[in-house]
């Protein structure tokens, strides 16, 4: 695991509980810098290596030769999911920074009933409720890289 993205995230979390910086784009507030949730929000590697790896791309879904154009392999997962626009629902962007009721990513692993399409992963969204718990925690925090 690479320590540099681990210390970012870790550091954009950390803080004196005053409250973090309202997204422009979104009108959401991130949780307070300094709460449980940042404090012990998992690095984008953690969540790659952990979630996203053998769920999205070794499942055979969202690799190099995805004809939908979802690249999950690490090179380019972080950037195919960040204020990305989801390319099924118009409208609709697969990450937003502390926003993770927002995010689609979050909508279609949860299958919420405004979703396009199946739930992630496919077909029956069976994702295990603390890897969605800990997808959320990244997003809330600021889905460092």
Request: net charge negative; hydrophobic share 30%; aromatic share 4%.
């Amino acid at each position: 695991m690479r320590l540099g993205p681990l210390l970012t995230a870790l550091a954009a979390c950390s803080g004196t509980g005053t409250g973090g910086p309202t997204d422009s784009e979104t009108g959401t507030t991130p949780p307070e810098t300094g709460t449980s949730v940042c404090t012990s929000a998992p690095s984008f590697d953690t969540v790659y290596t952990s979630i996203l790896e053998p769920s999205c791309e070794l499942s055979g879904c969202h690799t190099s030769t995805d004809v939908n154009g979802m690249n999950l392999t690490e090179a380019t997962a972080y950037d195919a999911l960040v204020n990305v626009a989801a390319q099924d629902a118009p409208g609709e962007t697969l990450v937003i920074p502390g926003d993770p009721d927002g995010s689609y990513v979050v909508k279609k692993l949860e299958d919420a009933p405004d979703i396009v399409g199946d739930p992630m992963p496919w077909p029956f969204g069976n994702q295990p409720v603390g890897d969605i718990a800990e997808i959320r925690d990244w997003i809330a925090c600021g889905a460092n890289p």
